[in-house]
């Protein structure tokens, strides 16, 4: 019949229309930025630091590699290492980002710093209410603005947090055993060396 699809469409707009007032899920618009639609978990915009405990100066993740600096391809990453190692979560000591700086006014949001990061320490945020009147200066973030916990990732990507921290623990296990299996093979060539060095001074 000619016009079925037009009234179809019709009593849907209709339904959406007075459902609108009474249910939720026909509630299309909202009025930002008074209300707002709670940001689905894979929602992402520019990247962040994580972090680890309670002082991100101490906590950053990051190592100052530098691949994410090569791979970004709007070159929109800056990175200046530190002069002085310190320790990572496993001991090792490493160098921290002196200067780690985003323009996120170039950023594409593509999410390849994150990929490349061998060490977990670069994750996408899903914030987008930035706004300035610098277009060069307001929208340059530094490592102070660009740092934010690991709670907080936990807060907004919980299931790929969690993974992230599973990643990180098997990494610390593989650390230990490493370590343990090299102090046994020291102790055992130590003991072998008096043994012999016993072993030579009887025969003397
Ligand atoms: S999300 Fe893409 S464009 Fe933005 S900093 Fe990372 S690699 Fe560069
Ligand atoms: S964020 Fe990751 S890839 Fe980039 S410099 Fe730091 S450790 Fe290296």
Redesign the pocket.
Known sequence: MIGKGIAKGMVETARNLVGSYHESERMVTVEYPEQKIPAKESARN??FLVYDGDDWQTGLRCVSCQI?EK???????YIEKDTEKKPDFLGKPQFQPKIFD?D?S?????????EVCPFES?R?DREFEYAGTDRFNDMLFTKENLAKSNSYYHQIHPTEATETDGIREDKRQAHLLKERAKAEKLAKAKKEAMEKKAGASSTD
């Open positions: 520019f990247p994410c791979e970004c391809p709007p070159q929109c990453i985003i996120v170039v950023c594409m949001g593509c999410q390849i710093c994150v670069i996408m």
